[in-house]
């Protein structure tokens, strides 16, 4: 019974593809995230969407468009993939309120031949 | 100049040992994270905490928000701690902040 469950895994494509990362949550909550980290390990927060309205949008490139059917969902579709764009994806979910602890999925690595 | 920074960037422990990492950031914030993550990958939460303390069996996470500080301390390290732990603060507008992880090997 996977909390924060992401497909897939691992997505090889080529420069120029259109690609999509799906994530769900079966935790009940409202907000949901989804983070990139880089070769460098480096985490940096892409969207949060909060009852499938986005609150955060981080200077990202309009390739990338989050979407939330229902709360429960938050998907990424990213167009014209490019050779930076090669990293890991998590989401996240949190119930509401300020402050509350993340559960993350298990990470989607994008690789861009 | 990172918003978070951790300091040791690596540390390499023997078995046993007591292990601190410590956790400063220049942001105002609400409450911070403690995560760690394994060398498979998966990213766990480890704490939140806002004031004071919090333990959870060998693990203690400790911050003083008026000197922006937090630490997270390992009671008698085992080979099975090894992983990066990272610090992420919320900020504003309940984003997460991340440290650039310390990465703990601890050996037999």
């Known amino acids: 019974d996977t909390a924060v469950s992401q497909t897939p895994k691992y997505l090889v494509t080529q420069m120029g593809n259109d690609k999509s990362i799906k994530c769900e949550q079966n935790l009940g909550h409202d907000t949901m995230y989804w983070y990139k980290q880089d070769s460098k390990k480096f985490l940096k927060i892409m969207f949060s969407y909060n009852n499938k309205e986005l609150i955060i949008n981080e200077t990202v490139p309009n390739r990338f468009s989050p979407k939330s059917p229902d709360k429960a969902h938050l998907n990424l579709h990213i167009n014209s993939l490019e050779l930076g764009d090669s990293a890991v994806y998590f989401c996240?979910?949190?119930?509401?309120?300020?402050?509350?602890?993340?559960?993350f999925g298990d990470g989607t690595r994008l690789s861009i031949l | 100049k990172n918003e978070v920074e951790q300091s040791p960037q690596n540390l390499t422990a023997q078995e046993g040992e007591f292990i601190t990492i410590n956790c400063s950031y220049s942001?105002?914030?609400?409450?911070l994270h403690w995560l760690q993550q394994h060398p498979g990958g998966g990213i766990v939460s480890l704490f939140m905490l806002s004031s004071g303390k919090k333990k959870h069996g060998r693990l203690i996470a400790t911050i003083n928000i008026q000197e922006k500080h937090s630490s997270l301390h390992i009671t008698a390290s085992h080979p099975r701690d090894s992983a990066v732990y990272i610090c992420?603060?919320?900020?504003?507008?309940?984003?997460?902040?991340f440290g650039t992880g310390t990465r703990l090997q601890v050996t037999l």
């Open positions: 942001v105002g914030i609400s409450a």
């Open positions: 992420a603060p919320y900020g504003t507008a309940s984003k997460l902040t």
């Open positions: 996240a979910s949190s119930p509401p309120g300020q402050g509350r602890a993340q559960h």
